[in-house]
């Protein structure tokens, strides 16, 4: 593999299992929208994709009901959701060994930048990052392309074979494949091997001891 200067990594699924604080956050949501799930492991479909794409796809709402929906969802997420989240054993370890290599680390989210910014600060690994972008709370910048490409603008001095993105669901792969950079489809967050193997990343891994095998010279 080759030497990447600008190593991308997605949040959710990624970095860490947010699984319980992101489905009782959309629990809570639907129920305030009237509509009762119960069974949070049907609500993983939601980690990962911006909420906007996800309260539409998977429970048809329009527009101004999706904006309720994820006004809701952010008032437990800001009290609770976002602390309800563990970090994947070993990500520290990485991030520092990456550091000590001398890679500029970023991450690259669908969440709104600001969560992004205190999850980090939470698991006290945000000194590891150069830059942490995610979606704006008004719903913009939310695809994972959008994202991609705002960090590759940041770093202009950057070829393109000097990037790589590493997520767990199929957003990711797309993302970096549309900017036309490197990707590593992770198979221990939320995304199935099938699902990432469709959309072709440049390397597939199980676990963070072979992200960490790979990434490290």
Same mark, same amino acid.
């Given at each position: 593999?080759g030497n990447y200067n600008v190593i +991308?990594?997605? /949040?959710?699924?990624?970095? *860490?299992?947010?699984? =319980?604080?992101?489905? !009782?956050?959309?629990?809570? %949501?639907?129920?305030?929208?009237?509509?009762?799930?119960?069974?949070?492991?049907?609500?993983?479909?939601?980690?990962?994709?911006?909420?906007?794409?996800?309260?539409?796809?998977?429970?048809?709402?329009?527009?101004?009901?999706?904006?309720?929906?994820?006004?809701?969802?952010?008032?437990?997420?800001?009290?609770?959701?976002?602390?309800?989240?563990?970090?994947?054993?070993?990500?520290?370890?990485? +991030?520092?060994? /990456?550091?000590?290599?001398? *890679?500029?680390?970023? =991450?690259?989210?669908? !969440?709104?930048?600001?969560? %992004?910014?205190?999850?980090?600060?939470?698991?006290?690994?945000?000194?590891?990052?150069?830059?942490?972008?995610?979606?704006?709370?008004?719903?913009?910048?939310?695809?994972?392309?959008?994202?991609?490409?705002?960090?590759?603008?940041?770093?202009?001095?950057?070829?393109?074979?000097?990037?790589?993105?590493?997520?767990?669901?199929?957003?990711?792969?797309?993302?970096?494949?549309?900017?036309?950079?490197?990707?590593?489809?992770?198979?221990?967050?939320?995304?199935s091997l099938e699902e990432l193997r469709e959309v072709k990343p440049?390397?597939?891994?199980?676990?963070?001891?072979?992200?960490?095998?790979?990434?490290?010279?």
């Amino acid at each position: 593999m080759g030497n990447y200067n600008v190593i +991308l990594f997605d /949040l959710d699924g990624t970095l *860490s299992d947010p699984k =319980v604080g992101i489905t !009782k956050s959309v629990q809570y %949501a639907l129920h305030r929208m009237g509509i009762d799930e119960p069974d949070i492991d049907k609500l993983e479909c939601f980690i990962g994709p911006p909420l906007q794409t996800s309260f539409t796809e998977y429970y048809n709402f329009d527009e101004e009901s999706t904006q309720k929906a994820i006004a809701f969802y952010r008032d437990r997420f800001k009290e609770k959701g976002m602390y309800e989240n563990e970090l994947y054993a070993t990500i520290p370890s990485l +991030l520092k060994s /990456l550091q000590e290599q001398d *890679s500029t680390l970023v =991450v690259a989210t669908s !969440k709104p930048t600001v969560f %992004a910014e205190q999850i980090l600060q939470f698991f006290n690994i945000d000194h590891y990052f150069e830059l942490i972008v995610g979606s704006n709370l008004d719903g913009t910048r939310a695809s994972k392309t959008e994202i991609i490409q705002y960090i590759r603008n940041h770093y202009k001095e950057q070829k393109t074979n000097d990037f790589i993105m590493i997520g767990d669901r199929k957003h990711d792969i797309i993302g970096a494949n549309n900017t036309g950079i490197h990707s590593i489809g992770v198979t221990y967050g939320y995304g199935s091997l099938e699902e990432l193997r469709e959309v072709k990343p440049s390397y597939l891994v199980s676990s963070v001891n072979q992200l960490k095998d790979l990434l490290i010279n």
